[in-house]
């Protein structure tokens, strides 16, 4: 059986006596748990996201290059593959992440209608 929280209605563990998501009593006659969670936003790893940014420009803009450089625009449908990071990283649950994946997204697709434009002339 589980004990359900009667404040925030999280289904707790049958050996919980205070509500894992609030802190709330599950069990009668138990005072509140005063206790307060600090929770720091975690730190970015720079590398990962200066990753993410070569990457995510590598794959936009590849139409842009191939075309421009090797005259060969069949690259333009690769550069939808650069949609892929940015969009992973707005599900992230780190703020900083999340403004650095719209920052990509505009990259992305300011390279993918690059690349589409090029193609199509
Ligand atoms: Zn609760």
């Known amino acids: 059986m589980t004990r359900f929280c009667k404040n925030c209605g999280y289904e707790n563990k049958d050996e ?8 709330n009593p599950l069990v009668e006659g138990l005072k509140p748990k005063q206790v ?3 929770q720091k936003e975690p730190q970015l790893n720079k590398k990962a996201v200066l990753a993410a940014y070569i990457i995510t420009i590598f794959l936009s ?8 450089f ?7 449908t690769f550069a939808f593959f650069g949609f892929f990071m940015p969009f992973y990283l707005l599900q992230a649950p780190v703020r900083k992440l999340k403004m650095h994946a719209i920052i990509l997204l505009v990259i992305s697709f300011v390279g993918v209608g690059l690349s589409f434009y090029l193609m199509l002339h």
């Open 36 to 38: 307060f969670v600090y």
């Open 61 to 68: 803009w590849s139409g842009v290059v191939s075309t421009l």
């Open 16 to 23: 919980y006596d205070y509500c894992a998501k609030c802190g």
């Open 70 to 76: 090797f005259k060969n625009n069949s690259m333009a």
